[in-house]
């Protein structure tokens, strides 16, 4: 169990609130704990500490906040592949300093920090027929990254099972969700229309293939079914969630092989939600109620949900109760405060089909 006495410092940049909601649900049971983020969302998420400034100055404000929390913490879990100090071109400067003085250090990547944001490029140009040659999928700076966190690190974590592929040996911590804020309060706007809206909220349109889905969704209106593409782009995070609402189906990405933050929230809205899954991943959570679509079968499969009402019910019925299982910040919670207390990580090597948490 997690010493009563532990005070956990959350830190690194921030992914759509997931820092701050573990730190808020580790005060609700009276651990001290402080999320600080070291970017500034445009999705207006709020961190307890915000260390953003660029430049010389924001060097010395993470350095000075290094040497504070070096006293103030004990347990040490860093999102994105950032710690607390850099200089210049050195990175993780503070990982040596933070193992002398005992502290628990948790890495925790997330996808584009050990994965190159070119290979979804090679993505999108394969699925338009491009004669492209497949690129590393991760560039050199990250590798190098990656191996300084394998020798500091205590606890290595992933959010998705895909970074298995860059990190084998870390362990499974999903996306966290608040169930009660993520319950629909609303109904969708087709039952007052008959108008079937589609929602895609893309963080990176790059990354998402939002093209393919643009297209998808046009040759559906000329085939003349009543439906709508609705953007959640580049909105406060606190406009997100009405535009779910009001949807009646859900895309979250096309290219890649696995969801991201954004079919959980739809899922927990109780959203048929479809996405890219490789096979292959989907081992990891054979109960994922997600239906697969790449590019090309994209049209065909939206084509199917929106002639369907008794599959879109089933999905989203399916979907709440995976979310809950998986997904909810008080479960996760519970699985990190394990983590952090784990003596034997690095010692074990342990097969892959027992990593998942």
Not at 228 to 237: K, M, Q, S, T
Request: proline content about 4%; overall charge positive; hydrophobic content about 40%.
């Amino acid at each position: 169990m997690q010493k009563k006495n532990d005070r956990i410092l959350i830190a690194g940049y921030e992914i759509g609130g997931q820092m701050q909601l573990l730190a808020e649900a580790f005060r609700k049971r009276n651990i001290q704990a402080t999320a600080a983020s070291f970017n500034d969302d445009f999705r207006s998420y709020q961190n307890d500490i915000m260390l953003f400034r660029q430049g010389w100055k924001g060097d010395i404000d993470r350095f000075l906040f290094f040497i504070w929390a070096l006293k103030h913490y004990d347990v040490f879990h860093f999102f994105w592949g950032h710690s607390l100090w850099n200089w210049w071109k050195f990175h993780l400067l503070d990982l040596p300093f933070l193992k002398l003085f005992r502290k628990k250090v948790i890495v925790h990547f997330r996808g584009l920090d050990i994965v190159d944001i070119c290979y979804f490029d090679y993505l999108r140009d394969r699925n338009r027929g491009l004669p492209v040659s497949k690129p590393p999928l991760s560039r050199p700076d990250q590798l190098k990254k990656l191996k300084k966190w394998l020798k500091y690190a205590d606890v290595v974590l992933v959010s998705e099972p895909d970074l298995f592929q860059v990190v084998p040996h870390a362990l499974l911590s999903p996306q966290v969700i608040d169930m009660q804020y993520w319950t629909a309060t609303k109904r969708p706007l087709s039952e007052q229309d008959g108008i079937t809206r589609i929602v895609h909220a893309p963080s990176s349109r790059r990354k998402k293939g939002t093209d393919f889905i643009e297209q998808a969704v046009f040759n559906l209106q000329q085939k003349g079914y009543p439906v709508e593409l609705i953007l959640a782009e580049n909105l406060p995070h606190y406009k997100i969630k009405e535009l779910y609402e009001i949807s009646d189906i859900g895309i979250d990405q096309v290219l890649y092989g696995w969801h991201g933050k954004v079919s959980v929230e739809l899922m927990a809205l109780e959203k048929p939600v479809i996405c890219n899954i490789n096979e292959e991943w989907r081992s990891y959570r054979p109960d994922l109620p997600v239906l697969h679509a790449d590019p090309g079968s994209l049209e065909q499969v939206l084509e199917r949900l929106i002639t369907n009402a008794a599959l879109r019910k089933e999905l989203g019925k399916r979907g709440r109760e995976y979310v809950s299982k998986y997904h909810d910040v008080e479960v996760i919670v519970d699985q990190l405060l394990h983590l952090y207390e784990m003596k034997d990580y690095k010692a074990n090597h342990l097969e892959k089909a027992s990593l998942i948490i």
